[in-house]
């Protein structure tokens, strides 16, 4: 009995260890179909952000409903990882394995996205516009990653141009979430300061559950800035700004792109956003240019009961390049006829700043727009798409 | 500056310390820390928020039904998880709790959704009062500190005065004398909650109206207060509320010296506190609960 057993555990052993590999192997696509997926917090407390995987569901379904692509329909599968690295490298070895993906787009979180970056590009499964912007995706260069956000060091140098040479303010303070996030805006700020010879008259930090922010706010009252720039979550955000009514400071606020879903952010603070200043990585969600009501009006017809906000256009935004790069490959569809029409793709724009991708640079993108929180939550554009001829990647 | 700074951590340090004597309560009685605690404020706010914005009652009426949902949730949360326990060591009452918190947690992220909100507060963060050249009291911070003294007086006669109150003290000190005295232990525990559970709402209002409101707001505060509690010693009501406010004068002026280094302040000051005085600053005996 020991004799037949011994093999036979063997074998089974074989299978087991060796089955992932071989299901990776999978093309992630067919006659028929193109695979593709995103991970997302669809639940938990990060679950706002969820609508950015909703959100390219609408451009898949345009694309699906116009014919596909050369005779190829998208398959899109949605998978929640509760903002939870653990849970994103399940879901994604789950859809790679088992489903055969031929691409990802998006995916919420800097660490979700670091956890499973290589397991991608170890199974040649291309990921476009990852929904953070995060250095260490792009450089050193991956060859299946091609990033669509602006780096967040870009735009706060950015900003805190406009904020010096457009509005003459001289006293810029700067407050800042305590990780890499905060740490990329703050980095931005003072090399554009250092630039203007300026210093920050302030800079403080705050982990991102405190929800007492009396003393932070006293401090930045104290240096007397006239506009404080902050690179925060949304609820920080939300008691900054309530903390500062209390004390009657009112700087100019002004902050990154992820605060930039005004409806949200007036919600929450109950109407104290009107005002503040903030980058974008999109045209505003009430644009009037052709392609966003496009998408308004396919977002009203799919998802009737979505609310159509910046995060959930950001979702079609990181996939517009991968489509762009299907249509271009023709029928003869492989990752690395997909990949070498990613690496060619040039001054390519959809409702996101301008793409230029090539075979070293996978950051696409420098560029944000400006705009101001005007009454009603409406979209005042200060600044156009605006590039950051600083941009030490550029020069790397 | 300075007389600012010891306004706003009296006034978060006041709420700290409401919300600590919800925790106190409990514990008082029944030697149970409820981790639910924060979870069950949060409840019981976003009841208040939905009858708010979908039945636009008045604050008042909003407030009401809101205090009586969280007396049903206290003691529904004492009767479903706590009473069917059997002979459960201070562990078992632990994740009990801590089953419970996530039990209502994912129940708000359902019905509410994770997305923040603002809550529309009947005091105003906003509307403020300049009582001296530079320093200024808001209404929200003037309600935190009324509302403080108020049930501050009410638990001292309610323990000191009241039946039940003695019946409680009774309980907690030794539950079978109670039993044999006559006390229904049961009844007086499942009040109990009923009182914390009401007293966290409230505070957990307070929370709402000067942060967000979300599944998860409840989490950070509760940690506060519960070290705050610690801090002035779990077994007395006033040291809770006077640890509270402590903790928001030493976070304050901590945070404003060294920002960076705030998170952890409070946490710094319970170990050296449980170092040197195990039972907390107020709590007039010492023993081994926490």
Redesign the interface.
């Known amino acids: 009995m020991k004799k037949i057993l011994i093999p036979v555990m063997i074998v089974c052993s074989f299978f087991l260890i060796s089955s992932p590999a071989n299901a990776a192997g999978k093309p992630g696509f067919d006659g028929k179909e193109i695979r593709i997926a995103q991970w997302g917090?669809q639940?938990?407390?990060?679950?706002?952000w969820g609508s950015v995987a909703r959100g390219s569901d609408i451009l898949f379904k345009i694309v699906n409903d116009e014919g596909g692509i050369h005779g190829r329909k998208i398959k899109y599968f949605i998978r929640d990882d509760q903002y939870n690295p653990a849970q994103t490298k399940a879901v994604v070895k789950e859809l790679v394995e088992r489903e055969g993906i031929f691409a990802f787009v998006g995916g919420v979180s800097a660490a979700s996205g670091m956890a499973v970056k290589d397991y991608l590009a170890q199974n040649k499964v291309l990921w476009v516009g990852p929904s953070t912007a995060v250095i260490e995706y792009v450089f050193p260069l991956n060859p299946y990653l091609f990033a669509v956000y602006p780096l967040y060091e870009d735009e706060a140098s950015i900003l805190t141009k406009y904020a010096v040479q457009k509005m003459g303010i001289k006293k810029i303070a700067f407050f800042y979430q305590?990780d890499a996030y905060g740490k990329s805006g703050l980095k931005g700020c003072k090399s554009r300061m250092d630039a203007f010879n300026m210093k920050l008259v302030e800079e403080?930090?705050?982990?991102p559950?405190?929800?007492?922010l009396?003393?932070?706010m006293?401090?930045l009252k104290?240096s007397e800035a006239e506009a404080v720039i902050m690179w925060v979550n949304?609820?920080s955000a939300?008691?900054a700004l309530?903390?500062c009514?209390?004390?009657?400071f009112k700087p100019q606020w002004i902050s990154s792109n992820t605060l930039s879903d005004y409806a949200?952010m007036n919600?929450?603070?109950?109407g104290l956003w009107e005002g503040v200043i903030t980058g974008a990585f999109a045209l505003p969600p009430t644009s009037g240019d052709p392609l966003m009501t496009k998408y308004r009006e396919a977002a009203k017809k799919y998802a009737p009961e979505e609310r159509w906000g910046t995060f959930y256009l950001a979702g079609i935004l990181f996939a517009e390049p991968l489509i762009e790069a299907l249509k271009k490959v023709g029928p003869k569809l492989s990752t690395e006829a997909c990949l070498q029409k990613l690496n060619s793709l040039k001054n390519f724009q959809g409702v996101g700043p301008m793409i230029n991708w090539s075979s070293q640079v996978h950051q696409g993108s420098d560029s944000v727009m400006i705009h101001k929180c005007g009454p009603n939550s409406t979209y005042i554009t200060l600044e156009g798409w605006t590039s950051n001829e600083m941009a030490s990647w550029k020069t790397k | 500056?300075i007389e600012?700074?010891i306004i706003?951590?009296l006034a978060?340090g006041a709420c700290y310390g409401l919300f600590g004597v919800a925790v106190a309560i409990i514990y008082k009685t029944s030697d149970v820390v409820n981790f639910a605690q924060g979870e069950m404020g949060m409840i019981a706010t976003f009841v208040a928020f939905h009858v708010l914005t979908v039945y636009n009652v008045p604050f008042w009426l909003a407030f009401i039904l809101t205090t009586a949902f969280a007396i049903l949730l206290g003691m529904l949360i004492e009767f479903c998880f706590l009473r069917p326990a059997k002979d459960p060591t201070v562990l078992g009452f632990i994740i009990i709790t801590l089953g419970a918190e996530m039990l209502l947690m994912g129940l708000a992220?359902w019905k509410w959704?994770?997305?923040?909100?603002?809550f529309?507060f009947l005091l105003s963060?906003?509307k403020?009062h300049k009582i001296m050249p530079g320093v200024?009291l808001?209404e929200?911070?003037i309600g935190v500190f009324v509302l403080s003294i108020l049930i501050m007086i009410f638990l001292f006669l309610f323990f000191r005065f009241s039946k039940l109150g003695i019946a409680m003290r009774a309980t907690q000190q030794n539950v079978n004398a109670a039993k044999i005295m006559g006390i229904k232990v049961e009844r007086v525990f499942s009040i109990t909650w009923a009182m914390s559970s009401l007293i966290g709402a409230v505070a957990a209002m307070f929370?709402a109206a000067?942060?967000?409101l979300?599944?998860?707001?409840m989490?950070?505060?509760f940690m506060?207060a519960f070290a705050a509690a610690v801090l002035g010693g779990l077994a007395s009501i006033p040291g809770v509320v006077v640890g509270g406010l402590l903790m928001?004068i030493i976070?304050?002026?901590?945070?404003?010296v060294w920002?960076?280094w705030?998170?952890i302040v409070a946490f710094v000051v319970i170990v050296i506190v449980i170092t040197i005085k195990p039972s907390g600053l107020f709590s007039k005996h010492y023993v081994k609960k926490v």
């Open positions: 917090p639940t938990g407390p990060a679950a706002p305590n403080i930090s705050v982990e559950g405190e929800k007492d009396s003393s932070q006293m401090r104290s949304p609820t939300a008691i309530k903390t009514a209390t004390i009657g949200l919600k929450i603070t109950g | 500056m600012q700074l706003e951590g978060v992220g959704g994770a997305e923040q909100k603002d529309p963060v906003q403020m200024v808001n929200w911070s929370f000067r942060s967000v979300d599944p998860n707001f989490m950070e505060p506060r928001g976070e304050n002026i901590f945070g404003y920002p960076e705030k998170p």
